[in-house]
């Protein structure tokens, strides 16, 4: 298995434009999440879906919107990049299987600038 | 108060030495207790998962729970150089019926050899 695989690994923006952040897992997780991480300052939840079709907003969702057509995918887009998105991005997937129902596997994450 | 606050350090020690890095969390209702591990330019991979108070051993690392002062530690043993990460204590709740995470703002931590 891949697990969850993030693209693209980097990328710079200009101040207004729009852009896509792929995440696909081959898990058949139902659980993703959206992160950003700020230096520092910890990981916070942008969006998550419990399901195909079923998203909610997390702690910081203004200036991103997320779409689950399938289990495997679960993109972000961000429309009218501003510096203030200057992150890196993680997405996850989680196991309700079993146990220990709250081990999220994390992507290697993107790193976005905007300028 | 926030949810959960652990030190940011950094934190430097020499190889060989006992590391211990805490959190605390403000929601007694809080169930699962998570360590997560984060290698320079890499995503989080959890380490170690603890439900209940007390300790939880996994080879050098031990994850400690204590919920009556609402405290969680981890401590790793003979550090090694490749222990060098930053380290995220990680807490769930549950809310509309879906879990999410709340994490630490992390503590770096470097062994030297």
């Known amino acids: 298995n891949a697990g969850v695989t993030q693209t693209p690994k980097f990328r710079i923006l200009k101040i207004g434009q729009s852009m896509t952040l792929q995440c696909t897992q081959d898990?058949?997780?139902?659980?993703m999440y959206w992160y950003r991480q700020d230096p520092g300052m910890g990981l916070k939840l942008i969006y998550y879906?419990?399901?195909?079709?079923?998203?909610d907003k997390g702690e910081v969702p203004n200036g991103y919107n997320v779409s689950r057509s399938t289990t495997e995918d679960f993109p972000l887009r961000l429309e009218l990049a501003a510096p203030s998105q200057t992150s890196v991005y993680f997405c996850?997937?989680?196991?309700?299987?079993?146990?220990?129902?709250?081990?999220?596997?994390f992507g290697p994450g993107t790193r976005l600038t905007v300028l | 108060q926030k949810e959960v606050e652990q030190d940011p350090g950094p934190l430097s020690v020499p190889e060989g030495a006992i590391v211990s890095l805490n959190c605390t969390y403000s929601?007694?209702?809080?169930?699962?207790f998570m360590w997560y591990r984060q290698y320079s330019r890499k995503g989080p991979e959890l380490l170690m998962y603890?439900?209940?108070?007390g300790n939880k051993e996994d080879g050098r690392f031990t994850a400690q729970v204590d919920k009556s002062s609402k405290y969680i530690s981890l401590f790793i043993r003979d550090s090694q150089p490749s222990d060098s990460a930053t380290y995220l204590c990680?807490?769930?709740?549950?809310?509309?019926?879906?879990?999410?995470?709340?994490f630490g703002k992390g503590t770096k931590l470097t062994v030297n050899p």
């Open positions: 898990m058949n997780h139902n659980y």
């Open positions: 929601n007694s209702a809080f169930q699962y």
């Open positions: 603890t439900y209940s108070s």
């Open positions: 996850a997937s989680r196991d309700t299987s079993g146990g220990r129902a709250d081990t999220q596997y």
């Open positions: 990680a807490i769930s709740r549950a809310q509309g019926g879906s879990e999410k995470l709340v």
């Open positions: 879906s419990v399901g195909a079709g079923i998203t």
